[in-house]
């Protein structure tokens, strides 16, 4: 099992209940770790989209995770 | 020159970052904070950022830009935190040699912007909040 810190934003700080939560997946990629995510916190299924940021810069589901990383969740952007 | 800021923006400041003595034009963009929403009253505005993605973000859309049009100046400052209506919450400024560049400068960056900067705004009304465009039912066409 892999560990991961996440970072959330706007509403979705609200659904998971604080700015950071820690998963463990089996897989090592951003689209494992998306499926990780919907199933602990289903709400988030409820959005009209949610990007995942790797890095400061949005990632692909084939995109491969270290622990390293700074993983941050990127609900719909309303900025201006 | 990007800011990310809870401190209120002063425009007349931005304009002087932007000036430029071989600039035939400096375009201005504000966007600022309103009172209403969906036929409800919005009583203040939170706004929240991912700052380091959020200024990486509009730094990757000042490249693009730079590279398509001739910027001589450009700045690019959004607030964040609790913001009430007619305050403003972000402000685009480029000059140009000429005034076509300007507008189509400006409209491209703050367009880009508000698509891609990782920034949320939450609306406070007085029964309630709701996080903008967060979710499909609340989308208006």
Request: glycine share 6%; charged share 25%.
């Amino acid at each position: 099992m892999n560990r991961y810190k996440i970072t959330a934003f706007g509403i979705t700080k609200e659904l998971l209940g604080g700015r950071e939560a820690n998963i463990e997946i089996k897989g090592d990629t951003v689209g494992a770790l998306r499926t990780a995510l919907n199933e602990k916190f289903p709400q988030l299924l409820d959005l009209r989209s949610l990007l995942i940021a790797v890095n400061n810069d949005y990632a692909d589901e084939d995109v491969r995770l270290t622990p390293a990383d700074e993983i941050a969740l990127i609900p719909p952007v309303s900025g201006g | 020159m990007i800011k990310i800021t809870e401190k209120s923006i002063d425009v007349q400041k931005i304009i002087d970052t932007v000036s430029s003595l071989s600039a035939g034009a400096l375009n201005v963009f504000v966007g600022t904070v309103r009172n209403n929403a969906n036929g409800k009253n919005v009583l203040w505005l939170e706004y929240e950022a991912y700052e380091t993605m959020a200024v990486a973000q509009i730094r990757k859309i000042m490249d693009d830009a730079s590279h398509r049009w001739p910027l001589l100046g450009w700045a690019v400052s959004h607030r964040i935190g609790t913001l009430k209506p007619g305050e403003v919450s972000v402000v685009v400024a480029v000059s140009t040699p000429h005034r076509k560049d300007s507008f189509e400068a400006c409209q491209y960056i703050i367009d880009s912007v508000k698509a891609a900067a990782p920034i949320w705004k939450k609306e406070v009304f007085e029964d309630g909040e709701e996080w903008v465009s967060a979710r499909p039912e609340m989308m208006k066409a």
